[in-house]
């Protein structure tokens, strides 16, 4: 039935390779910086140990987010895709990154393909007349899903989309579920953009 809309898999390119798995270092180390702050909270260790800790954490960190820079100026059209991705309220160099990463490896028909890739979309549990409990599919990458529930947050604290966020908050929806609303939104966005 979809023989015509088959392409062959094509492995990434080199940058882009080197670019997903820089990217998902990093939040991997993010994640780890977290959890070890939070392990050692409540801890007898003197305050100028884990100061120098976490600025060797920010130092890393940074040293990575200037290579994700480095390996998206050497190819113009991720540059320029990048550059039209962070235009989005609410998407910054990380998820615009994540984003320019994903889209140029990764050809989607649509945005709902989109979307579905990033298990943002919600899933029926209904059987005859029942009408179950809808809940996100999280079949795609959970780096993914957060970084858009991130711009998501920051979004709907801009001036731009905040009387959005508002508006599907006023129909009823938890802070969650409007923000992984919104974040559907703004992935879609970002497909058309892209």
Same mark, same amino acid.
């Given at each position: 039935e979809h023989y015509q809309s088959l392409y062959p898999w094509q492995p990434g390119t080199e940058i882009q390779q080197q670019l997903?798995?820089?990217?998902?270092?990093?939040?991997?180390?993010? =994640?780890?910086?977290? =959890?070890?702050?939070?392990?050692? %909270?409540?801890?007898?260790?003197?305050?100028?140990?884990?100061?120098?800790?976490?600025?060797?954490f920010k130092d890393l960190i940074a040293a990575m987010d200037r290579q994700v820079i480095d390996l998206i100026a050497k190819d113009e059209v991720i540059q320029q895709g990048c550059e039209r991705l962070q235009t989005i309220t609410g998407i910054g160099p990380q998820t615009g990154a994540l984003l320019t990463e994903l889209l140029s490896r990764l050809h989607f028909a649509n945005s709902d393909?989109?979307?579905?890739?990033?298990?943002?979309?919600?899933?029926?549990?209904?059987?005859?007349?029942? %009408?179950?409990?809808?809940?996100? $599919? %999280?079949?795609?990458?959970?780096?993914?899903?957060?970084?858009?529930?991130?711009?998501?947050?920051?979004? $709907?604290?801009?001036?731009?989309?905040?009387?959005?966020?508002?508006?599907?908050?006023? %129909?009823?929806?938890?802070?969650?579920? $409007?923000?992984?609303?919104?974040?559907?939104k703004l992935l879609r966005v970002a497909f058309a953009i892209w």
């Open positions: 997903h798995a820089l990217l998902t270092r990093r939040a991997q180390v993010s =994640a780890h910086q977290a =959890a070890i702050k939070q392990t050692l %909270k409540d801890a007898p260790v003197p305050e100028e140990h884990l100061t120098q800790l976490m600025r060797s393909a989109l979307v579905a890739y990033s298990g943002l979309d919600p899933r029926a549990n209904d059987s005859g007349t029942k %009408k179950g409990r809808r809940r996100l $599919s %999280k079949r795609g990458p959970a780096l993914l899903r957060r970084q858009m529930y991130l711009a998501a947050f920051a979004a $709907s604290h801009s001036k731009a989309l905040k009387p959005l966020y508002t508006h599907i908050r006023a %129909k009823g929806f938890s802070t969650t579920e $409007s923000m992984v609303i919104l974040a559907r």
